[in-house]
């Protein structure tokens, strides 16, 4: 089993920075992918960022020049950088995985989210 342990949400006023980061722990063999995605309120959940193991990035048009994905491999954890943030970046954001662990071939694991809300 993998275990996903998010942080770093909260309030912050428009054009504001917030960080998130999420640790992954378990019976991890491998890590394929990290990422981000978030779900405001009556939508569907959406692709924030994503990053393989080789550092290979990729973003939603709607994120592009302000977040930045990045993991560090040896604490097995990635990190969503937020800047110049927009309301409309108001949403649970869910920590994603796909990972091999000792017992289990690749799987999507996924965090318990963390509400970001941009508001002044």
């Known amino acids: 089993q993998v275990q996903l342990v998010e942080s770093g949400g909260g309030l912050v006023q428009p054009g504001g920075s917030l960080r998130l980061s999420c640790a992954a722990s378990?019976?991890?063999?491998?890590?394929?992918?990290m990422g981000w995605y978030r779900q405001a309120p009556g939508q569907r959940r959406e692709q924030v960022a994503t990053?393989?193991?080789?550092?290979?990035?990729n973003y939603a048009d709607s994120v592009k020049g302000r977040f930045t994905i990045s993991r560090d491999n040896a604490k097995n954890t990635v990190y969503l950088q937020m800047n110049s943030l927009k309301p409309e970046a108001t949403a649970v954001y869910y920590c994603?995985?796909?990972?091999?662990?000792?017992?289990?071939?690749?799987?999507?694991?996924w965090g318990q989210g963390t509400q970001v809300t941009v508001s002044s």
């Open positions: 994603n995985v796909r990972a091999r662990t000792y017992y289990t071939s690749e799987y999507n694991y």
């Open positions: 990053i393989t193991s080789a550092g290979t990035t």
């Open positions: 378990g019976s991890i063999f491998s890590i394929v992918t």
